[in-house]
């Protein structure tokens, strides 16, 4: 017995749907998405097979191969309260609009007086900041220690407050203690990376992760 030839026709599915539902993603992304400003300086740290990555609340110190070293905190709130103290210590004064500016800097690598002149200068203009010399961080002018001093007693009082929160609502708590790094061009001398130890333990800080490259592991 032959079968009937459908009456129907062949199958059609209507896309407009989920063209217009691509188009409507596409559109909140691009008006919820910030945009993550250009780091100040590029390393190329050495590789190994390390695989362990460094968390989202984290203080790090970045070494170039020259030696200078720039500053960098996660956490915004903590970056923004850093910078409250050290303004109070060093008498340098910051307006509203160039302390929102900061909150979004990766790192900076300058001396807290060109600070504010830093900040206002255009993310093109801060990859040729002059003078760039690195945070100072010798025996009578270190400005590095007592920025991480700073950012990490912030941070470690925002993270508590977090802490505290999330038990007084019974929710589950994920987040790890802010952790301290180190990250320096392969090239750079150790001497340079030895300066910033030394401010590290100055300040009873003794473990620190040191940022590599991953590459492959060695076969057997």
């Known amino acids: 017995m032959s079968k009937k030839p459908s009456k129907g026709g062949a199958p059609s599915l209507d896309m407009t749907p989920m063209v217009d539902l691509a188009f409507l993603l596409v559109t909140f992304f691009m008006l919820t998405a910030s945009?993550?400003?250009a780091?100040?300086?590029?390393?190329?740290?050495?590789?190994?097979?390390?695989?362990?990555?460094?968390?989202?609340?984290h203080i790090m110190v970045t070494i170039d191969n020259t030696g200078r070293a720039f500053f960098g905190i996660s956490n915004a709130e903590a970056k923004?309260?850093?910078?409250?103290?050290?303004s109070e210590k060093y008498g340098v004064k910051f307006?509203?609009?160039?302390?929102?500016?900061?909150?979004?800097?990766?790192?900076?690598?300058?001396?807290?007086?060109?600070?504010?002149?830093y900040i206002d200068a255009?993310?093109?203009?801060?990859?040729?900041?002059?003078p760039q010399k690195g945070v100072p961080l010798d025996s009578v002018n270190n400005q590095l220690k007592d920025w991480i001093s700073n950012?990490?007693?912030?941070?470690?009082?925002?993270?508590?407050?977090?802490?505290?929160?999330?038990?007084?609502?019974n929710q589950e708590f994920k987040a790890e203690k802010p952790r301290y790094a180190i990250k320096c061009d392969?090239?750079?001398?150790?001497?340079?990376?030895?300066?910033?130890?030394?401010?590290?333990?100055?300040?009873?800080?003794?473990?620190?992760?040191?940022?590599?490259?991953?590459?492959?592991?060695?076969?057997?």
Do not use: C
Request: charged letters at 30%; aromatic letters at 8%.
């Open 151 to 169: 950012a990490g007693v912030e941070a470690v009082r925002i993270y508590e407050r977090a802490k505290d929160q999330a038990k007084a609502s």
């Open 95 to 117: 307006t509203d609009q160039q302390i929102k500016k900061f909150s979004g800097l990766p790192s900076f690598g300058v001396d807290i007086k060109d600070l504010p002149r």
């Open 35 to 37: 945009f993550r400003m």
């Open 186 to 220: 392969s090239k750079t001398k150790y001497i340079f990376v030895k300066d910033v130890v030394k401010t590290f333990t100055d300040l009873k800080i003794f473990q620190f992760n040191l940022i590599t490259g991953l590459e492959a592991k060695p076969t057997e």
């Open 122 to 130: 255009s993310e093109n203009d801060r990859m040729k900041f002059q």
């Open 39 to 57: 780091e100040p300086v590029t390393v190329d740290p050495p590789s190994s097979i390390g695989e362990i990555t460094l968390p989202d609340n």
């Open 80 to 86: 923004v309260n850093a910078l409250a103290k050290m």
